[in-house]
Each structure stands twice: as structure tokens, then as C-alpha cells.
């Protein structure tokens, strides 16, 4: 059995690794949300919930030098590059100690160190990965840049520029499209010309594969094919994963345009850790060793948010600093 | 000989200025690139990078399909990559469809970052009028001066054009460098103002403006083509007895009030001109700037001529009638040195 590489803990076998890196992105976003509640992060949040086994399943394939740029919905795939959940929690929670200190805050987190960054503008990621992989073909490594977008983002200018650059230069980008089948409201089936977006690579001479978002197996299979594609200068891949977002687009969604069963049966039939769970289950894995790792990483992040919280706020005096590099240009 | 040379050097033409200052930066920095439409092969619609192509290849001199999106958003990707690229838009106005990654993304991530994340990018354009009507003509210095995060300067000579862009090369923040088209399309022996360039490579700082002519009565601020013309109207006026300091500004981010203020102080008057939009752009922001500086009563005049908040139109006489022009410059200098 192979065994899984960075985040997950050393010499655990590999479904295990899976398994605790969706219990600690599912914990992530739960300590999130009960930070929410507590009133410490303010404006829009968007958690992952139901989306996990996607940046799970990516996790595997990275590589320190592989860059990821990531979406609104950006926490699974800041974990999955291995950023440090800490600096992450603190940052979505506004704090001085946070990944920028303070003021990225949870849809705008940049981490130089392991070559993550997102951005709050749907579709805007797919240039700015573009840009990495063009630094990566100059380079002459192996290194891939993955642009996260959703299915609303692979509809934009942005993306189709990018493909096509990244296509005729046979760049190694790939496209995440964790395609949700939502853009807030608008559901894929209405406002997309093609029934997946997988299918349109052959428009920019990219691999196209579509995989089921919710099976954090085949996600670590078709992603991993999609990253050796790159790898090997072989050009760009759309991975599609289709999955399914559990609560609103933000939290504060009143979610007028699917009625509350239908989250109830999204929720039963397609959580990827019930579901992974379940397989485990079947080809004999002890159900306490998965409560074991449940358990852990949800105690695990409890800390983590009650450490955070104790962290100092911005001081209002540094509220003008790192404009520029210099401080210049300031109203004198 | 050095004779020679320095007459050579006032015939070349700017564009060829500018791309020597481009090869000599990507000469010295191997993380600097080009990237944008018609800058290999053409060289530029105005050639500002002819030979860049030839000399560093495909890979650092990036022919770009007519996608600006992508690729003004793959110069943020190349900055995280730690790359210095720049990124020509052609004409100024297309900015519209690229904008998102211009503000969003390359102007606010240092901030957003906490400082952790530099862009060094510089985005290179052509703007002002050359009769080319309202899609082809924008200055929009002050669009990009009103957003933070983006240092913006517009040059009027060789000499700074060629200082500048190293300089901008060179800058670990965001640039927006607007050259003038009118400028880049004259004739190296029609510019007033053409200080010797020299063949190496130089720098002139961001935020530092210069007195191209001393003057006493009046003093008349403003930048890129716009000091050409202020010269010549200085000119004009000197004539019938009237003394116009004229500062070229060079940057609108950061702007140098210090300049401007010290001179007005002594003038007593102070014209603004800009090429750009009238309304809540440079004008406007300079001569507050002045006044907060000098106080309410450290003025005797505060003038400003600007294009009055309509788009660029196509036929020569209407252009002509918006445009702030060596004509519409001499007759306010008057009106206003008519008043002391």
C-alpha cells in the first residue's frame, strides 16, 4: 500500500491519510463557522462543507514547488498546499498573527513560503496560475501551477484566455474546476453550452478529465494522471470534479433557489466522509480507528480556534502599512 | 566624436529609447519578461521593444494572443514566481477589459498580504490624444492614481523615459508607465525638452518632479505631452512679459507636492493642465494638495485647464476644442497674469 506524502501523519496508511485530511478540512471549516457565531469573522464567509474529498484527492500530487491559486473558497486547497492551518485560522479570523496579518483576511490568503495564493474574484485564478506555470516552463523544472476555480468561474473570459495561452504553449496548468453545480443560484445545466467543462479542452488542446468529486479515491487517481500530464511537458488538463456545496454560497445564503430537503439529500447521499467511510468500513477498517481520527482532528482544531482567539487584533496604527514597499505615495 | 554621438542620440527617435532601457534592465536582471500584443515580432505597434525578440527569445519577450486578461493576470502569477514582468496593454483604453487584475489583484495583494507578497510589475501603455477619437485617446493616469496600490508615472523626454522605465524595472511595487503616443511618434529633434540621454543605464526616482523652466509670474504644473505644450505657450507669453515656471510632475503616485508648492509659493499662481478628464482627477487633487500645504490665503490664483468630462471626439476641430493645447494654455496664462 503506498503511503501518503506531506500533512498526512508519517507512516499511516494511505486511506487513513485520506480520511484525516477531509476530518481536518471538515473540522477547519467547522471551527470557521464556530467562529462565525461568535461574532469574530465578519464579511462574507465561504466554507467548504461537502467539497473536501476534492482538495483531499489533490493534496497527494503536490509538490512544495507546485503553486496553488485558489478561489473564495479557498480553506481545503490552503491546507491541501500546506499551509500552516494556524497562520490560515488566524487570518480568516483577523488577527495580527494571521498568514497576513489581518488584512487578507479569509478570501485573500497569500502564502509565499509554499507557493499559495487565492483570490475573491470569481475566475481570476486561472491567469495568475498561468502566470506560475509560465515561470515554471522558463524555470525548467517539473513544477505545476493549479488554478482552483468552480463551475461559475470556468463560465469567464479569464478562464478561456488563460487556456488558451496556457495551450498554445503547452504550459504545465491545470485547471481545478470543483464544479458544484451551482454559481450561487444558477445551476450548471441552465447557463452551460456543454454538459461538463471537461469537455471543452479539446478547444485549447488540454486533457480534459472529469471525475466524481464526492470519491476522494478516484479524485487522488484522475488527479494525480492530470499532474503527471503537466509534469511531463506534456501541456495543460482541465480535472473536473463534480461535488456538491452543503450550505450557501456565504454563510447569511438564505437559499431561496433550492429548498432545505434538498440540501437534507445532498447531505445524506453524497458526504465524501460518510461515503469514504462506508468503504473503508466494507473492506474491514475498524469503525473506532475512524472515530479515533474524527475525534482528533476535531479536538485538534478546537484548540487551534481557542488559541487564535486569544491573539492580538491588528493595532489600528499599522492600518496605512504595506501599501508599497517604501510607504510612498501617500497623500503627503 | 562625442559630438557626434550626443547628436545621434537627440535624433533617435523615443521609442528606441525606451527599448533600450528595457534590454539594458533585462541585460542586467534575468527575472525580467516582456509580455503583450505585437511586442516580439513587430517590435510594438510604436516599436518600444523592437529587437527585444531577437535578443532574449520567446520565453522572456512573450507575443500574446489579444488576451489581456490572461496575461495582465499572469504577470501577478510571474511576480508570486518571483519573476519581474512587464506587461504592455497597447493603448491605455483597453485597460477595460483587464482592470480586474490591474486593481484587484496586482495593486491590492501587497497589502492584502501584510506586506508578505511584492509585486514588481511594470504595466507599460500608450495614451493622449493623436486624433485616434474616444477609444484611442485617454490619458486615465488619474483612474489609476485614484486606486491604491499603483505607482503611476508618465514622462515627457527621452532622458526620463529612459530613467523612469528602469526605474519602474527596478521597483519592487506595481507600476502603470503611460507613455504619450504624440511623444513616442515625434521626431527626437522636435522635443523643447530633450536633456542628454546617456548610453548607459540610469534611473530618475518615482515622486521627484523638475522645474524645466524658472519662471516667476505663474506656476504651471503638469506632465507627459502637456509639458511640451506648456513650454511652448511659456514661450509665447515670455514675450509679451509674462515669467511661467514650468514643473513636469513625472509621477502622479507618488506626487510631488513639495515641488509644486514651493514654487507657487513664490508665484503667488498656480495652473494645473492635464490632459486628462477634468473631474475628479489630477487637477483637482494637486491644487488641494497646494492649498492644504499653503493654506487658504497662500494663493493669490489657482487655476486648472483639463478635458471637460467628455469623451475624446473624432473630428480634428472638436479634439482640438476640448484638448488643453498650447493655444488654451497661453490664454489662460494670460488671463490669470492679466490679474495681478
Given at each position: 500500500?503506498?503511503?501518503?506524502?506531506a500533512?498526512g501523519n508519517?507512516?499511516?496508511?494511505?486511506?487513513?491519510a485520506r480520511f484525516?485530511r477531509?476530518?481536518?478540512?471538515?473540522?477547519?471549516?467547522?471551527?470557521c463557522l464556530?467562529?462565525?457565531r461568535?461574532?469574530?469573522?465578519h464579511g462574507?464567509l465561504?466554507?467548504g462543507?461537502?467539497?473536501?474529498?476534492?482538495?483531499?484527492g489533490m493534496?497527494?500530487s503536490?509538490?512544495?514547488?507546485?503553486?496553488?491559486?485558489?478561489s473564495?473558497?479557498?480553506?481545503?486547497?490552503a491546507?491541501?498546499?500546506?499551509?500552516?492551518?494556524?497562520?490560515?485560522?488566524?487570518?480568516i479570523?483577523?488577527?495580527?498573527?494571521g498568514?497576513c496579518?489581518?488584512?487578507?483576511?479569509?478570501?485573500?490568503p497569500?502564502?509565499?513560503?509554499?507557493n499559495f495564493s487565492?483570490?475573491g474574484i470569481?475566475?481570476?485564478?486561472?491567469?495568475?496560475?498561468l502566470?506560475?506555470?509560465?515561470?515554471f516552463?522558463?524555470q525548467g523544472g517539473?513544477?505545476?501551477a493549479?488554478?482552483v476555480t468552480?463551475d461559475?468561474g470556468?463560465?469567464?473570459g479569464?478562464?478561456?484566455e488563460?487556456m488558451v495561452m496556457?495551450?498554445?504553449?503547452r504550459?504545465?496548468?491545470v485547471?481545478?474546476v470543483?464544479?458544484n453545480?451551482?454559481?450561487?443560484?444558477v445551476p450548471?445545466?441552465e447557463i452551460?453550452p456543454?454538459a461538463?467543462?471537461?469537455e471543452r479542452?479539446?478547444?485549447?488542446g488540454?486533457?480534459?478529465l472529469h471525475?466524481d468529486?464526492?470519491?476522494v479515491?478516484?479524485?487522488?487517481?484522475?488527479?494525480a494522471?492530470a499532474?503527471?500530464?503537466?509534469r511531463a511537458?506534456?501541456g495543460p488538463v482541465?480535472?473536473?470534479?463534480t461535488?456538491h456545496r452543503?450550505?450557501g454560497?456565504?454563510?447569511g445564503?438564505?437559499e431561496g433557489?433550492?429548498?432545505r430537503?434538498e440540501?437534507r439529500?445532498?447531505?445524506?447521499?453524497?458526504?465524501p466522509l460518510?461515503?469514504?467511510?462506508?468503504?473503508l468500513?466494507a473492506?474491514?477498517e475498524?469503525p473506532?480507528?475512524?472515530d479515533?481520527?474524527?475525534?482528533?482532528?476535531k479536538s485538534g482544531?478546537k484548540?487551534?480556534?481557542?488559541?487564535?482567539?486569544?491573539d492580538?487584533?491588528?493595532d489600528p496604527?499599522?492600518?496605512l502599512?504595506?501599501v508599497?514597499t517604501?510607504n510612498?505615495?501617500?497623500?503627503? | 566624436?562625442?559630438n557626434?554621438l550626443?547628436?545621434?542620440?537627440?535624433?533617435?527617435?523615443?521609442p528606441?529609447t525606451?527599448a533600450?532601457?528595457?534590454?539594458?534592465?533585462?541585460?542586467?536582471d534575468p527575472?525580467?519578461?516582456?509580455?503583450g500584443?505585437?511586442?516580439?515580432r513587430a517590435g510594438g505597434?510604436f516599436?518600444t521593444?523592437?529587437?527585444l525578440l531577437?535578443?532574449?527569445g520567446r520565453?522572456r519577450?512573450?507575443d500574446a494572443?489579444i488576451?489581456e486578461?490572461?496575461?495582465s493576470?499572469?504577470?501577478?502569477?510571474?511576480?508570486q514566481?518571483?519573476?519581474r514582468?512587464?506587461?504592455?496593454?497597447?493603448?491605455?483604453d483597453?485597460?477595460?477589459v483587464?482592470l480586474e487584475q490591474?486593481?484587484?489583484a496586482a495593486?491590492?495583494?501587497?497589502?492584502?498580504?501584510?506586506?508578505?507578497q511584492?509585486?514588481?510589475i511594470?504595466?507599460?501603455?500608450?495614451g493622449?490624444c493623436?486624433?485616434?477619437?474616444a477609444?484611442?485617446?485617454?490619458c486615465?493616469?488619474?483612474?489609476?492614481?485614484?486606486?491604491p496600490?499603483?505607482?503611476v508615472v508618465?514622462p515627457?523626454?527621452?532622458?526620463?523615459h529612459k530613467?523612469?522605465m528602469a526605474?519602474?524595472?527596478?521597483?519592487?511595487?506595481p507600476?502603470?508607465?503611460?507613455?504619450h503616443k504624440?511623444l513616442?511618434?515625434?521626431?527626437g529633434?522636435?522635443?523643447?525638452?530633450h536633456p542628454?540621454?546617456?548610453d548607459?543605464?540610469y534611473?530618475v526616482?518615482?515622486g521627484k518632479?523638475?522645474?524645466?523652466?524658472?519662471?516667476t509670474?505663474?506656476?504651471?504644473?503638469?506632465?507627459s505631452?502637456?509639458?511640451?505644450h506648456?513650454?511652448e505657450?511659456a514661450e509665447?507669453?515670455?514675450?509679451?512679459g509674462?515669467?511661467?515656471?514650468?514643473?513636469?510632475l513625472?509621477?502622479?503616485?507618488p506626487?510631488?507636492?513639495?515641488?509644486?508648492?514651493r514654487?507657487?509659493?513664490?508665484?503667488?499662481r498656480?495652473l494645473?493642465?492635464d490632459?486628462d478628464?477634468?473631474?475628479f482627477g489630477?487637477s483637482a487633487?494637486?491644487?488641494?494638495r497646494?492649498i492644504e500645504r499653503?493654506?487658504l490665503?497662500?494663493?493669490?490664483?489657482?487655476e486648472?485647464l483639463?478635458?471637460?468630462?467628455v469623451?475624446i471626439?473624432a473630428a480634428l476641430?472638436?479634439?482640438?476644442a476640448?484638448?488643453?493645447?498650447?493655444?488654451k494654455?497661453?490664454?489662460?496664462l494670460r488671463?490669470?497674469?492679466?490679474?495681478?
Open positions: 500500500m503506498i503511503r501518503a506524502n500533512e508519517s507512516g499511516e496508511p494511505v486511506t487513513h484525516r477531509m476530518a481536518r478540512m471538515r473540522a477547519f471549516d467547522e471551527a464556530d467562529a462565525l461568535r461574532g469574530v469573522i462574507e465561504h466554507v462543507l461537502g467539497q473536501e474529498a476534492v482538495a483531499a493534496a497527494e503536490l509538490r512544495p514547488e507546485d503553486a496553488v491559486v485558489s473564495h473558497r479557498n480553506h481545503f486547497h491546507l491541501a498546499k500546506g499551509v500552516d492551518a494556524r497562520a490560515l485560522l488566524a487570518e479570523c483577523e488577527r495580527e498573527t498568514l496579518r489581518g488584512r487578507g483576511g479569509h478570501m485573500h497569500f502564502d509565499p513560503a509554499t487565492a483570490t470569481v475566475g481570476a485564478s486561472l491567469p495568475v496560475a502566470g506560475y506555470a509560465h515561470a516552463g522558463m517539473d513544477a505545476v493549479i488554478g468552480g461559475g470556468s463560465h469567464t479569464g478562464f478561456h488563460s496556457a495551450g498554445a504553449r504550459l504545465p496548468l485547471a481545478l470543483e464544479n453545480a451551482l454559481a450561487i443560484s450548471f445545466s452551460s456543454t461538463t467543462v471537461a479542452s479539446s478547444a485549447y488540454a486533457l480534459g471525475v468529486g464526492t470519491d479515491d478516484a479524485v487522488a487517481r484522475v488527479f494522471q499532474m503527471d500530464h503537466a511537458g506534456r482541465i480535472v473536473e470534479a461535488c452543503f450550505r454560497h456565504f454563510e445564503d438564505p433557489y433550492r429548498p430537503e440540501r439529500r445532498l447531505r445524506e447521499q453524497f458526504d460518510t461515503l469514504y467511510r462506508a468503504r468500513e473492506a474491514g475498524s473506532d480507528v475512524l479515533g481520527i474524527l475525534a482528533a482532528e482544531m484548540t487551534l480556534l481557542a488559541e487564535v482567539l486569544e492580538e487584533m491588528p496604527a499599522g492600518a502599512d504595506h508599497f517604501d510612498a505615495g501617500r497623500p503627503a | 566624436m562625442n557626434r550626443a547628436n545621434d542620440r537627440r535624433a533617435m527617435p523615443l528606441a525606451i533600450e532601457a528595457i534590454a539594458l534592465e533585462m541585460e542586467r527575472s525580467i519578461l516582456c509580455i500584443e505585437d511586442i516580439g505597434v516599436g521593444t523592437r529587437g531577437d535578443r532574449f520565453d519577450v512573450v494572443p488576451a486578461m490572461a496575461f493576470g499572469m504577470a501577478v502569477g510571474l511576480a514566481a518571483g519573476m514582468p512587464l506587461v504592455e496593454i497597447m493603448f491605455v483597453f485597460i477595460g483587464c490591474v486593481y484587484n495593486a491590492k495583494i501587497p497589502y492584502m498580504s501584510g506586506g508578505r511584492r509585486m514588481p511594470v504595466f507599460k501603455t500608450a493622449g493623436i486624433g485616434s477619437a477609444q484611442h485617446s485617454q486615465l493616469w488619474g483612474l489609476f492614481a485614484h486606486l496600490g499603483i505607482k508618465a515627457c523626454n527621452p532622458h526620463d530613467g523612469l526605474e519602474a524595472l527596478r521597483s519592487d511595487d507600476v502603470v508607465f503611460i507613455e504624440d513616442l511618434l515625434r521626431k529633434k522636435d522635443f523643447r525638452h542628454e540621454v546617456p548607459e543605464a534611473t526616482p518615482m518632479a523638475a522645474v524645466v523652466r524658472p519662471g509670474d505663474v506656476t504651471l504644473a503638469t506632465l505631452l502637456s509639458v511640451e506648456a513650454l505657450a509665447t507669453v515670455a514675450a509679451e509674462i515669467s511661467v515656471e514650468v514643473i513636469d513625472r509621477s502622479i503616485v506626487l510631488d507636492t513639495d515641488t509644486v508648492a514654487s507657487a509659493a513664490s508665484t503667488g498656480l494645473v493642465v490632459e478628464y477634468l473631474s489630477l487633487e494637486l491644487t488641494l497646494v499653503l493654506g490665503t497662500g494663493l493669490r490664483q489657482v486648472r483639463a478635458v471637460p468630462d469623451p471626439p476641430s472638436l479634439e482640438k476640448v484638448l488643453p493645447g498650447p493655444d494654455i497661453a490664454q489662460r488671463q490669470m497674469a492679466g490679474g495681478r
